[in-house]
């Protein structure tokens, strides 16, 4: 996996979003999807994932970041749903301890800032899941 730091990361975080449009036309902004994981070597983010807790554990951990459910039971999959500034993360709840977390950016310009500062304050990393990069 290859690593994006410094002025790059804005770059390819917003590569390939896939606006288009010409005068006249609608504009659609695909959502993009983003892996949250802590690396178990924090100088090596090839080195596996370390455990980021259980459920409960998460949802304390992301709500100084204004991450966290929106109240409802849940989905018949066994996930819960939190809310936070241009994003949504789906968490499993039938798992007891978590290693990973999909991060659906649904408005870039907010989701970023608070992705990359949760990011540095938890020592977590950010991985695109189409291409294996790691950022954050």
Sequence with gaps: MSEVRGPALLHAMRAGCGCGGSAGESWF???RQIVLFQPEDADDAGAGMAELGS???VIGTLQPFNVSPD???GTALGTTTLHGPGLVV???TAAEVLSQLMVTV???DTAWPVLARLCRDLGWRMMDP???RTFG
């Design 29 to 31: 902004v695909p959502s």
């Design 55 to 57: 459920p409960r554990r």
């Design 71 to 73: 109240g409802s039971e």
């Design 90 to 92: 789906d968490m499993p």
């Design 106 to 108: 649904v408005e870039e």
């Design 130 to 132: 189409e291409s294996g």
